[in-house]
């Protein structure tokens, strides 16, 4: 497995900057996008409930 | 931007769901499964740690997103016409013979995944019960017992955690699952449980439990995280995870794992989207339900488990056992050992393997759903009816995945067919339908219908021109990468004659080794070093040696010309055939009963189409020249 020894050999130092620096910008990207999509979702008020005529109300539950 | 215009439905509504986030949390649902927390860290791990998320999000623009906003939009404008399931919605908008047989393919890919995804729900059940009765703390003391070098505690407890995964998943022996063990209950109860939450309905069922079990899946995820991140030494395993090497850049295939995985982990372009969206109404916002939904699935993917499982497994275990690449041994051997040596183990390992249960079920439900959809447009069941037909079949598709449980061979021929295969062929014909068939201008138009966020322009060129090509291109390769060698795995006499050759290789192989190191005739009890520790002059003697007494071309050699001393393997050797034989007799039946079901379900579409799905899209389109007659009158 040559890159685990790769790998190893790097993270002997623990984290470094250029590693720091990619999981933090990973992080905080996925974290932006995810936080402001949920606050548009709870800022925008729900759709009001459609009117049904009988004949729509088909749910096929039981 | 919003488009202020109300689209009214041109068909009967079955369902809708009731809010907004609940539509989300049912796609996030759908997206959130084992791929985020084991496959993605396995992954990242193996192609270049902290570089594999250049690919990583380069994919997510140019495939995820695009293919993920094309399916929202296609399956809300099938949802007017008042269809659900793959086949009506593409015919519904594409009049064509080939719509609704393209549909079937968005048909067979959940049903036919649910049907081994089933057997990793349960033992993800399995693991989460065991946990809580102590079953782990107690095989890991057993095998640990006297042991006091960490090194060898982490061997013993490895060990015995592959033995357990190899017991309860019958790995060793066809049929073992049926053998009474936990396993099997547990199947029984996820089945269970996934067929009432479907039979509820989409609202009683599926929006319901996805509102309490995304929040509670994503609740235990975090309390995982606090306490990973909280481990001493956790910085070596952050490092371990994250620290890119850039050269991996160069090679092709970390691009295509790295496309893959986003692919994959989004559940995109195989029809389980375009069900949940038929339920939106005309004017709910597809874009920022789409990219809220994937949004979360990045989450829980890149944090929640980026952050955890590897890193942790570093500290712990060492680099060998977090670089595992394979997703169950990352997933059933690491995960529990880990849980060994970190403090309160039992109660993470319950937690975890419990959020693990969550998410597959959350998951596995999305991929019922298309078929339910299917059998009550298609063929006017009602919910109870098409509930137990579903049933029936995917338990009966089921059985022989669990039973032929040795080594996982059905499931990962399977998986690789049908979960890989058909979903890159699904997804292509879904952005060519949307980019080309109805044209990106229509459907970008009608994916702004009701959006609070406008989608950027460049998403038109990336939909039509990019997103197909990109598609095309990892296909190619993907296909070029795997498919020789598993349609060379389904040729039966082939295998078994390699894998008897395979061992009169190496038995010759380790004669001549043993030859050229000792002057003396070998003993064959002795372990020999591995084959890269050796004398590179004394592997390539040894092998030039075995080339002439075997024979230079791939065929198995004739018995009456092998030497007297490799005839003693000659047992070994046909058993190993035998084995070989078998696993491509069920590479093929797989394979074969695969095509009879995409078959049948051509046949299906088209039946549902003739008797049913054609009426109904008929009425829909008279009701929608009725709507633009009466438009036309008011002006």
Same mark, same amino acid.
């Given at each position: 497995m040559p890159h685990a020894a790769v790998i190893a050999a790097t993270s002997q130092g623990g984290l470094t900057l250029a590693g720091a620096v990619v999981m933090i910008v990973s992080v905080a990207c996925v974290l932006a996008l995810a936080g402001f999509c949920i606050r548009r979702v709870f800022a925008k008020p729900q759709t009001p409930e459609r009117m049904h005529a009988p004949l729509d109300i088909d749910t096929h539950d039981t | 931007? #919003?488009?202020?215009? #109300?689209?009214?439905?041109?068909?009967?509504?079955?369902?809708? !769901? *009731?809010?907004? &986030? /609940?539509?989300?949390?049912?796609?996030?649902?759908?997206?959130? /499964?084992?791929?985020?927390?084991l496959r993605f860290p396995g992954q990242a791990v193996n192609n270049g740690g902290g570089a594999f998320m250049i690919p990583y999000i380069i994919s997510f623009l140019l495939l995820g997103i695009p293919i993920c906003w094309c399916e929202w939009t296609l399956g809300r404008m099938g949802g007017r016409y008042g269809q659900s399931s793959a086949p009506g919605i593409y015919q519904a908008l594409w009049r064509h013979p080939l719509a609704r047989y393209v549909g079937a393919f968005g048909l067979m890919i959940p049903i036919v995944i649910f049907m081994y995804y089933l057997f990793l729900e349960a033992v993800c059940l399995t693991y989460a019960v065991e946990f809580a009765r102590g079953t782990f703390s107690d095989l890991f003391a057993q095998a640990t017992a006297g042991v006091s070098q960490h090194g060898q505690q982490v061997s013993a407890v490895t060990d015995a955690a592959g033995q357990h995964l190899s017991d309860t998943c019958g790995l060793d022996n066809d049929g073992s699952v049926f053998s009474g063990g936990m396993v099997i209950w547990c199947v029984l109860i996820c089945f269970a449980a996934n067929f009432y939450i479907i039979y509820r309905g989409v609202t009683r069922g599926i929006e319901w =439990?996805? *509102?309490?079990?995304?929040?509670?899946l994503i609740g235990c995820a975090l309390?995982? &995280?606090? @306490?990973? &991140?909280?481990?001493?030494?956790? *910085?070596?395993?952050l490092g371990f995870m994250w620290n890119p090497d850039w050269e991996k850049l160069k090679e092709p295939q970390v691009w295509l794992a790295a496309s893959s995985q986003i692919f994959f982990s989004l559940s995109v372009g195989f029809g389980l989207i375009l069900t949940y969206a038929s339920y939106l109404r005309p004017n709910d916002d597809v874009v920022l339900s789409g990219l809220t939904a994937s949004s979360?699935?990045? =989450?829980?993917?890149?944090?929640?488990?980026?952050?955890?499982?590897?890193?942790?497994?570093?500290?712990f275990l060492g680099a060998a056992a977090a670089t595992t690449p394979s997703v169950f041994g990352l997933g059933f051997v690491t995960v529990p050992s880990i849980m060994h040596f970190m403090p309160a183990g039992r109660f993470f390992g319950t937690m975890w393997f419990g959020l693990l249960t969550l998410a597959a079920i959350t998951s596995s439900l999305s991929m019922l759903q298309p078929a339910i959809a299917f059998l009550e447009d298609g063929f006017g069941? @009602? @919910?109870?009816g098409s509930t137990i037909i579903l049933g029936v079949v995917s338990l009966a598709g089921a059985a022989p995945v669990l039973y032929f449980s040795r080594e996982l061979h059905a499931l990962d021929v399977t998986d690789f067919w049908v979960g890989n295969f058909m979903i890159f062929v699904a997804a292509t014909a879904m952005v060519i339908i949307f980019g080309w068939v109805i044209g990106v201008d229509r459907g970008l138009a009608e994916a702004a219908r009701g959006a609070e966020l406008a989608i950027p322009r460049i998403f038109r060129y990336l939909i039509r021109y990019v997103t197909p090509a990109f598609l095309l291109a990892i296909f190619v390769m993907w296909c070029r990468t795997n498919a020789p060698e598993r349609i060379h795995a389904m040729k039966p006499d082939a295998q %078994?004659?390699?894998?008897?050759?395979?061992?009169?290789?190496?038995? %010759?192989?380790?004669?001549?080794v043993r030859e050229a190191l000792t002057p003396e005739p070998t003993s064959q009890g002795d372990a020999l070093p591995p084959r890269?520790?050796?004398?590179? #002059?004394?592997? %390539?003697?040894?092998?030039?040696?075995?080339?002439?007494?075997?024979?230079?071309?791939? /065929?198995?050699?004739? %018995?009456? *010309?092998?030497?007297? !001393?490799l005839l003693a393997h000659q047992p070994k050797a046909e058993q190993a055939g035998a084995d070989a034989r078998h696993r491509a007799v069920i590479a093929r039946g797989v394979f074969v009963c695969l095509i009879g079901l995409l078959l049948a379900l =051509?046949?299906? #579409?088209? !039946?549902a189409y003739r008797h049913r799905i054609r009426h109904a899209i008929f009425a829909a389109d008279r009701v929608e020249q009725l709507l633009a007659d009466q438009e036309e009158g008011d002006q």
């Open positions: - | 931007m #919003s488009d202020q215009v #109300s689209a009214p439905s041109l068909a009967p509504q079955k369902e809708n !769901w *009731t809010g907004k &986030l /609940g539509v989300v949390l049912a796609v996030a649902g759908s997206a959130v /499964g084992l791929g985020n927390f =439990f996805c *509102t309490y079990a995304m929040p509670l309390i995982v &995280l606090v @306490r990973a &991140l909280t481990l001493p030494n956790i *910085t070596d395993g979360l699935n990045e =989450f829980c993917e890149v944090i929640l488990a980026g952050l955890t499982i590897v890193p942790v497994a570093f500290i069941l @009602r @919910r109870h %078994a004659d390699q894998a008897a050759r395979a061992v009169y290789e190496q038995a %010759a192989f380790d004669h001549f890269e520790q050796l004398d590179p #002059s004394v592997v %390539a003697s040894a092998e030039r040696q075995v080339a002439a007494v075997l024979g230079e071309n791939e /065929g198995l050699p004739l %018995a009456d *010309t092998l030497p007297e !001393w =051509f046949a299906l #579409s088209e !039946w």
